[in-house]
């Protein structure tokens, strides 16, 4: 009889800090069957490279998404994971922006070289 091996899931710490935030964006691009959509979403939460919101629309994990926001924010996202939310019937959909932006609600904090580690004197 062979033993089966057991399942080993890896765990892939996130690069950005989640924070519960709720921000209006009109979301368009093609669903699950190709089909275009035009949606107005509000964010679940955010990082400073992307964020979730739920959606009525199936969508497939590594297609291309515009959220346009308010005070003419305009970018594109890749969706990253999508899981179902039964108990609201809708899904939530995980993305990531295309491109790092400086107008995105969140920004990494980054520690600059020229920053000294401590106010100690030597």
């Not at 992307?50 to 291309?64: I, N, R």
């Not at 970018?75 to 995980?94: A, F, P, Q, T």
């Not at 990494?108 to 070289?113: E, M, P, T």
Request: aromatic share 10%; glycine share 6%.
């Amino acid at each position: 009889m062979k033993k089966d091996k057991p399942i080993v899931k890896t765990f892939i710490a996130r690069k950005f800090k989640r924070v519960p935030l709720k921000i209006k964006f009109k979301v368009s691009g093609r669903d699950l069957n190709g089909n275009q959509f035009e949606d107005f979403v509000e964010t679940h939460d955010v990082c400073a490279n992307g964020g979730s919101f739920p959606s009525k629309y199936e969508v497939k994990v590594g297609s291309t998404l515009k959220f346009t926001g308010p005070k003419g924010f305009v970018s594109l996202v890749r969706v990253i994971w999508v899981k179902e939310d039964y108990k609201n019937l809708r899904r939530m959909v995980g993305f990531q922006l295309l491109e790092p932006r400086e107008d995105w609600v969140l920004q990494s904090q980054k520690r600059s070289s020229s920053q000294p580690l401590s106010n100690t004197k030597s």
